[in-house]
């Protein structure tokens, strides 16, 4: 297993179009998260999955955005109508339900609205 | 509301010596702690943590001390190498999600 897969690398979108990000988690982890980074910040939490079922959605998710698991393996995030501030890094990571002792990251998408 | 802080933005460190970073939380909740690594272009990695039934936990040469009454935890990294030099976040696992702090800009230097 080569570890937690994020397509693309880079994306640049002009604002107003739709982009989707893929994620392939490591294959026996049930739990799915995105994060999303910004300059100079931290990552900050998305929302994250439990198998197939979206559990948690942050008050940063709009509704521009939207995420899914389908069959509980990879994932992807959709953003609608891009605007500048949506720029970031966004990261996908997963791990197993039990597992608190931190989770596998992948090398994330970094966006660019210009 | 940054509800864990890491309050120096960068350090700069002579190879060999000791590496300590420092990161504050507000929520007496937590009870989970965990530090990541993060190099340009990759994703954080998992370097070590502590549940707060601890005060300390250690891993070669990372060690991670927590004071729960003045809610601050820091990691020690000695002899620090210039493999190190890397953006450390510190993060509270809260109901099965991270929060991060902005990270510490790590440099070793020889």
């Known amino acids: 297993d080569t570890g937690v897969s994020q397509n693309p690398r880079h994306k640049i979108t002009k604002r107003g179009q739709n982009v989707t990000f893929r994620c392939d988690p490591i294959?026996?982890?049930?739990?799915l998260y995105w994060y999303r980074q910004t300059l100079g910040q931290g990552p900050e939490f998305l929302t994250y999955?439990?198998?197939?079922?979206?559990?948690?959605k942050s008050r940063l998710l709009s509704d521009r955005f939207s995420a899914e698991r389908p069959k509980g393996s990879f994932s992807t995030l959709e953003i609608q109508r891009t605007e500048q501030g949506d720029s970031a890094m966004y990261l996908c990571?997963?791990?197993?339900?039990?597992?608190?002792?931190?989770?596998?990251f992948g090398s994330g998408t970094r966006l660019t609205v210009v | 509301d940054q509800q864990v802080k890491q309050n120096s933005p960068s350090l700069s460190v002579q190879e060999g010596r000791i590496s300590i970073l420092n990161c504050d939380y507000t929520?007496?909740?937590?009870?989970?702690f965990l530090w990541y690594k993060k190099y340009p272009a990759e994703g954080p990695t998992f370097l070590i943590s502590?549940?707060?039934?601890?005060d300390k936990n250690e891993d070669g040469r990372f060690t991670v001390f927590l004071n729960k009454s003045a809610k601050h935890l820091s990691l020690h990294i000695v002899p620090s190498q210039p493999g190190d030099s890397a953006v450390y976040f510190c993060?509270?696992?809260?109901?099965?999600?991270?929060?991060f702090g902005t990270g510490t800009r790590l440099q070793v230097f020889p």
């Open positions: 990571a997963s791990s197993l339900t039990s597992e608190a002792n931190g989770y596998t």
């Open positions: 294959s026996e982890h049930n739990r």
């Open positions: 999955f439990q198998n197939e079922a979206q559990l948690e």
């Open positions: 929520n007496s909740m937590f009870d989970y």
């Open positions: 502590i549940s707060s039934i601890k």
């Open positions: 993060a509270a696992l809260n109901t099965d999600k991270l929060i």
